[in-house]
């Protein structure tokens, strides 16, 4: 069963899949807050992160990359006790990690959206690969899902879902790109 069956008039799947899911990102913390989840999801069900959604956001100040990319010993201890969030100390390190990342991002290419087009289209190999060698805790499932639901890989929604020509109309990069 794909996701455009399972997840609409569920109270939680539904609004990610009727309003989030495949539809472009484009600004660095709400990229930064996908990838984030995105990584805490590894192991666990996308259900669990999106009920712990707002604790994520709540412990991470709404994922503002120059903020998280501050953290120290003391924030990442206080994440570390966050009963609300996934308490794996590899997790919340690669969220602290790769929004340092993201700032190298806007230095060499003005943002996380700009590092994605300039590297856009590629197969999901050749993203992992790149994902691997930019960000942490990113292997192939937390990468081609990142990029499923930020709307530069195809395949978030199936042609029947009813979301699907809403996502086409946002413009997802994946659309660009046209086979000859």
């Known amino acids: 069963m794909s996701y455009c069956d399972a997840a609409p008039g569920?109270?939680?799947h539904g609004p990610y899949h009727d309003h989030e899911y495949g539809f472009p990102l484009?600004?660095?913390?709400?990229?930064?807050?996908?990838?984030?989840?995105?990584?805490n999801q590894a192991g666990l069900s996308w259900l669990t992160i999106l009920k712990k959604?707002?604790?994520?956001?709540a412990a991470f100040h709404g994922f503002d990359v120059d903020r998280v990319a501050a953290?120290?010993?003391?924030?990442?201890?206080r994440l570390l006790a966050d009963a609300g969030i996934i308490r794996n100390r590899l997790k919340v390190d690669a969220v602290i990690e790769?929004?340092?990342?993201?700032?190298?991002?806007r230095a060499e290419y003005g943002g996380f959206a700009e590092w994605l087009n300039a590297h856009h289209p590629r197969e999901k190999a050749e993203w992992v690969k790149l994902f691997k060698t930019?960000?942490?805790?990113?292997?192939g499932e937390i990468v081609g899902e990142f990029l499923m639901s930020?709307?530069?890989?195809?395949?978030?929604h199936t042609p029947e879902c009813p979301v699907y020509a809403r996502v086409l109309a946002a413009g997802p990069a994946w659309a660009e790109v046209r086979s000859g």
């Open 134 to 139: 930019t960000f942490r805790f990113t292997g």
């Open 71 to 77: 953290y120290g010993d003391e924030d990442r201890a």
């Open 98 to 105: 790769n929004a340092r990342r993201i700032q190298q991002l």
């Open 53 to 57: 959604r707002d604790a994520f956001r």
């Open 10 to 12: 569920h109270p939680v």
């Open 150 to 156: 930020t709307g530069y890989l195809r395949g978030a």
């Open 26 to 39: 484009e600004g660095d913390d709400e990229l930064l807050e996908r990838l984030a989840l995105e990584i």
